[in-house]
């Protein structure tokens, strides 16, 4: 099979839009190769570029890379990407963009599996047993996951500081803390997390951090720790959700002593979600720590969080499954805070 330093070879010794052709079998990766403007890296069926071989401790390392220089448009397909001693893809946001890895297994890398700059797509790939996560993208502005398979990595999987970002029809399971994991995004109306499944994720299966605008709708969430968490973040619409069996199904926290423009807990519209919450675990928990911002704002609920139109699936119709920022609720006192008062429930 080739080696790093024959494909880097190929690269430098041909035109910005050259396509290449991986053929089948075990190529070896000892340094991260970088592409130039317009390659594709295409791999026959059987094609594996595998990093076992490889020592190193520069985290911005990767079996493809570009960091500190431009690098656009640039498309990795059809190829197993395994055992990099760091990154499996590391494409950074300060000047590259437009990259494409699709129909790729990624596996078994000692740091991030994908990492990402703007306006890329991440599509149809298998993306799993990443040491410290399966995915990153700082900044990548409007970019796209879509239909991949995210299972098994570590716990620091997460896209920051980046707006635009749709997260789309995934299949995001066992991960060790959160499945999917949007951290301070800014742009209200930015973020579309849709018709993904997050399933058997110890913390989240959505976790949405000090993010401004968002819409998340049709998701199912199975057996996470929380299925859907908004953490100091404001104007999300959660919709059509399906919750069965997560500890919390929907979780709203807030930090009192963070309290600040990017970082609040107002305006979310919870509505039209089914939930199923299991034997002794919550449907809908809002909750908080921390003592410098006023409390009473969300107490009395003025900052306008609302749930409405929601269908629960109860064991018990006297069962407390709701807590409103101090104490257990069942359905008669929830609806009397007022939430969901155009809300059903369902008592097998």
């Known amino acids: ?7 880097q070879a190929l690269i430098n010794a041909n035109p910005n839009g050259t396509a290449f052709c991986l053929q089948s079998g075990i ?34 390392d990767g079996c493809f890379k570009a960091l500190g220089v431009d690098v656009d448009s640039v498309t990795i397909r059809n190829i197993v990407i395994r055992n990099m001693p760091q ?34 797509t991440v599509s149809n790939n298998l993306i799993h047993h990443n040491l410290r996560g399966g995915y990153g993208g700082f900044e990548a502005d409007n970019s796209v996951f879509d239909n991949n398979e995210i299972n098994n990595n570590g716990s620091e999987q997460k896209v920051g500081l980046a707006n635009g970002l749709i997260f789309r029809r995934n299949w995001v399971h066992h991960n060790t ?65 399906t919750g069965l069996n997560d500890v919390i199904g929907i979780s709203l926290f807030i930090d009192l ?38 409390f009473a704002p969300y107490q009395t609920n003025a900052v306008g969080n609302n749930c409405d139109f929601n269908t629960y699936h109860m064991i018990n119709l006297a069962d407390a499954i709701w807590f409103w920022w101090t104490g257990n609720f069942n ?18």
Do not use: M
């Open 1 to 7: 099979g080739s080696t790093s330093a024959s494909r």
């Open 27 to 60: 190529h070896f990766s000892d340094s991260s190769v970088v592409p130039k403007t317009g390659n594709t890296f295409t791999g026959q069926y059987g094609a594996i570029i595998d990093g076992s071989g490889w020592s190193s401790t520069d985290p911005e």
């Open 87 to 120: 990154n499996g893809i590391t494409a950074f946001h300060d000047f590259s963009s437009i990259w494409v890895i699709d129909h790729c297994d990624v596996g078994f890398n000692g740091f991030v599996g994908v990492v990402i700059p703007p306006d890329s």
């Open 177 to 241: 803390l959160d499945g999917i994991w949007y951290d301070t995004i800014r742009t209200p109306g930015g973020v579309i997390i849709e018709d993904n499944i997050c399933e058997d994720n110890p913390r989240d299966g959505i976790s949405l951090e000090a993010v401004d605008g968002a819409i998340v709708r049709r998701n199912i969430t199975r057996r996470n720790g929380e299925g859907i968490l908004l953490a100091g973040s404001q104007n999300i619409e959660v919709r059509e959700h």
């Open 257 to 294: 002593d963070a309290v600040s423009a990017e970082r609040h807990l107002r305006n979310n519209n919870i509505h039209h979600n089914i939930i199923t919450p299991g034997a002794g675990n919550h449907a809908i928990v809002f909750s908080k720590i921390g003592t410098i911002a006023p």
């Open 331 to 348: 359905w008669t006192s929830w609806q009397g805070i007022p939430q969901d008062l155009n809300g059903t429930h369902v008592v097998p």
